[in-house]
């Protein structure tokens, strides 16, 4: 069925319930369902036609939400952009693809000028509350177009139809656009929901940037649960607890650190949080000490775990709440990614995609009803990655005898030091336990000695004192000592993130290797 | 997916767990699969093929479960026959969708030797662990079979080839066979799973005959989930309440003539049933009296009803534990049948297929990945039930403004009474609240007044005393006068049973309308 189902499916059972809250303004699924009907009416009379693409370059609000929804009852497919991308990456980006149009808010509106000055051939739309701060010559204005707009009637699209084009990369090489189907994003939610991640009639916080397939799962899995939506325009420690607070939030989705930007903030203690049942957090692997400090401040509640990547739509394996806690978390199963969500199935496999045995590293592969369609105009990358219907994630992991997967790292993230492996994930673990360290990162720089040696950039908690030697001594005494860094940064600024809120090792990398030859990146 | 993915999720997650006991036979997954895996091979050795039928005549044991799943695991099609139907029934069944194998327990050996020499053509197998009471000659020994078979690997048929052929009709005139695909069962499981039926983790009861498509259904919800089996052989109020507490059931599978016959007998008190969270109840509605005494004698039980039908796979309403209670209950939404469950179209429609407003009754239909392949070599019954996508239930009822389906009645169990329409459920339900009756039904009788006539069978409780003018004046205070029975046959002997524990009104029809056209029957 198509993502608007969901919607439909509010319409009949709970039309007058409130579907969007954002900023002061509430609408109900009878608002929203006209709104959205217009809204691809108004699309349609651009001369958007089945098929075509529609990008969105936007910070959070209600009205992407819409474009969700509207994109897909025409038809179309959506294109959400990188907020973090520099106006060239995006300009490749929709070179790539080819949008239509491209809608904008405030805040994208100087970028979006910019890049129709480039490309030429696209039509602005500018979506936002405030007046267009770069001017309203050449861009259509979106509540114009949908006051003025007939309603038309849902395409409904089949299962096998491309429903959006994500593009993926910045710690991974250029970039891709993941083709995803209707199919793959409701089979994607048939199993979140099957997983009991789901409050029923709950109310979902988007806090994670909208853009971000995270976030874009996660809406769609709560559109089919008919859950009420909030939505803060960009996150922030305190613009969070603020709409916990205000929208009775219950479930939210969260990157690891987002979790500890949040439960380490003053402003938590200020507000009533106590309405949030769910935090599904994942995107990049939590350490133990944010995870007990997440716990200890929020005690009312759960937390789990998707692992997976966007071409997965996203989720492979759940980690629920049970084994964060009590005999799980004594098995040490709160490490571990968890288990294969239903109708998703795992192996580990070698380099020669032969499953390894329990307990082996191997590269992670999954097959089912969410693997995407393929990457955007890249037969030969489709091929590369998806083979015989497994898509290779490029992570290394192994299977425990119960099916939990511990992801040791990124492949390309693994340190080969004196010709050892080491898995830069279990030696940020052990850093991030040390009372001084609010983030930190490990990365292989060059080494004569040693081929690569393990380097830490450490931001310390502001007023800590620690240096380079308590951060290793630290470690000598939990891991061993080839693991332990060589070398050791400590800073008081932030580690720069991508747009998932992945620290960006590519960057901390760049100065370390610029003119060697650098088998790891 | 094939139905036998649960399996494969089971051996990969919990290979050393309990996946089956029965009296005192118990195995894990591991030994369940490699027996799946070798039934396959024997049955491909007797000359069993992709796409051929096998016919099981068995009451409820652990061979059964091993049948569905050796069956789709070869890519056959299961055909579990009615153990309440004659030898003459079944033979119908079988010339009708002509299986090469027919499996049967000591219960039905005999009757199995019986249609082979009638119909000749067919292979015998006899499954139990008592001696067969048949004698040996001419039926294969299927612990025999297995032992010498090599196992074989699983045909991982796609969805949208056939699973099983469930023969319906008691109520409804004569049998057909309800072809349901692995995507039609797989999809129900996911559904069922998406509401929160089902706890992690838990352990399922069959306790329903396990021929049943109510049972079956949950078999694969149960599969899915990789909860564990228990299995009585048949039920009796005695041994559900023995098998709760010897197998910790946590879920179980109930008409409402099951839970009434469990609620009442005084077993129930004898054993710690306090294991059971679950029960999910359908086929027929449930009366409230038989409702409030099933809670207040099972406090730590969530019931939860289902309604749909074989054709549906079967679910296309769930009414959740919540609508039973508190302010869903205030409401009345518990004399529903729930809402839409997931992934299912439904709507109330007119003689001429269009939707009627809400509070309108009409006939329910329902789209959706559930609806049947269609019945088996029956194209134009199939043509007449299936339109446009939309399977029409033969049900009248309507759906208020929240989307809760209310049942009123199968249209052809509707009485027409001095031109008013009675719904037989709401008078039985106002019959059931009296003290002195255990049973009833409602039907309409010849009437040279009102065309027809209402009547009521009632089982009265052991010992209690009460006349049918007793039973009349107790609905007059309670519902208008047109929907009085004008008749009460009083009896001790239950009233007659479907195989699916649904009343056989018919049966009780036949003596009235002998020798007259019956508009309703």
């Known amino acids: 069925m198509s993502t608007t189902y969901g919607l439909h499916r509010s319409l009949l059972l709970n039309r007058s319930g409130t579907?969007?809250?954002?900023?002061?303004?509430?609408?109900?699924?009878g608002e929203l369902g006209d709104r959205v009907a217009r809204l691809?009416?108004?699309?349609?009379?651009?001369?958007?036609?089945?098929?075509?693409?529609?990008?969105?370059?936007?910070?959070?609000?209600?009205r992407y939400l819409e474009l969700y929804l509207a994109v897909a009852w025409l038809g179309a497919v959506i294109v959400p952009l990188n907020?973090?991308?520099?106006?060239?990456?995006?300009?490749?980006?929709?070179?790539?693809?080819?949008?239509?149009?491209?809608?904008?808010?405030?805040?994208?509106?100087?970028?979006?000028?910019?890049?129709a000055g480039k490309i030429g051939s696209i039509r602005l739309v500018y979506a936002d509350d405030a007046p267009n701060p770069a001017g309203s010559a050449g861009m259509l204005d979106f509540e114009d177009l949908l006051a003025k707009a007939p309603p038309i009637e849902d395409a409904q699209v089949p299962d096998s139809e491309l429903c959006g084009i994500f593009y993926t990369g910045g710690t991974t090489g250029r970039s891709k656009g993941v083709m995803l189907s209707h199919g793959n994003l409701m089979s994607n939610s048939r199993n979140m929901l099957a997983e009991g991640l789901v409050s029923k009639r709950g109310t979902y916080l988007h806090a994670a940037p909208m853009f971000h397939l995270a976030d874009v799962a996660a809406t769609y899995v709560h559109f089919l649960a008919g859950s009420s939506h909030g939505i803060v325009r960009m996150f922030t420690p305190?613009?969070?607890?603020?709409?916990?607070?205000?929208?009775?939030?219950?479930?939210?989705?969260?990157?690891?650190?987002?979790?500890?930007?949040?439960?380490?903030?003053p402003s938590l203690a200020k507000?009533?949080?106590?309405?949030?049942?769910?935090?599904?957090?994942?995107?990049s692997p939590i350490s133990e000490a944010v995870l007990d400090r997440a716990m200890a401040k929020l005690p009312h509640t759960k937390f789990q775990q998707a692992y997976g990547m966007t071409e997965l739509s996203?989720?492979?394996?759940?980690?629920p709440w049970e084994d964060h806690i009590g005999e799980g978390r004594a098995k040490g199963r709160h490490r571990s990614g968890g288990r294969p969500t239903y109708m998703v199935d795992v192996r580990i496999v070698d380099g020669d995609d032969k499953p390894v045995p329990r307990g082996t590293v191997g590269e992670i592969v999954a097959r089912?009803?969410?693997?995407?369609?393929?990457?955007?105009?890249?037969?030969?990358?489709?091929?590369?990655?998806?083979?015989?219907?497994?898509?290779?994630?490029?992570d290394g992991g192994y299977m425990d005898e119960d099916g939990y997967v511990y992801i040791v790292d990124r492949i390309k993230d693994m340190i080969v030091s004196g010709g050892e492996n080491v898995y830069s994930a279990e030696v940020e673990n052990c850093i991030a336990q040390h009372s001084a360290v609010a983030q930190c990162a490990v990365i292989g720089i060059p080494s004569e000695q040693w081929g690569e040696q393990v380097h830490a950039v450490v931001m310390r908690k502001p007023g800590a004192e620690v240096m380079p030697e308590d951060i290793i001594a630290f470690c000598k005494q939990r891991i061993a000592g080839y693991k332990c860094p060589r070398s050791v940064k400590i800073q008081d600024e932030p580690l720069p993130l991508s747009g998932a809120g992945k620290i960006l090792k590519r960057d901390l990398r760049a100065p370390y290797w610029e003119g060697k030859t650098c088998a790891v990146n």
């Open 19 to 29: 579907a969007i809250r954002f900023e002061n303004r509430s609408r109900t699924w």
């Open 40 to 62: 691809a009416g108004a699309l349609r009379s651009l001369g958007v036609a089945r098929g075509d693409r529609v990008a969105v370059l936007m910070l959070n609000q209600d």
């Open 83 to 115: 907020i973090r991308w520099s106006a060239l990456e995006n300009e490749d980006a929709i070179r790539d693809c080819g949008p239509k149009i491209l809608v904008a808010d405030a805040a994208f509106a100087a970028m979006a000028n910019q890049l």
């Open 238 to 265: 305190e613009a969070t607890a603020q709409a916990i607070e205000k929208f009775k939030i219950t479930e939210t989705l969260l990157v690891p650190t987002m979790i500890q930007m949040l439960v380490d903030h």
């Open 271 to 283: 507000h009533d949080v106590s309405s949030l049942q769910n935090v599904l957090y994942g995107a």
């Open 314 to 319: 996203p989720c492979a394996t759940i980690l």
């Open 368 to 394: 089912g009803e969410t693997v995407m369609m393929g990457y955007w105009e890249r037969p030969e990358e489709t091929a590369r990655a998806v083979v015989d219907g497994w898509m290779h994630t490029g």
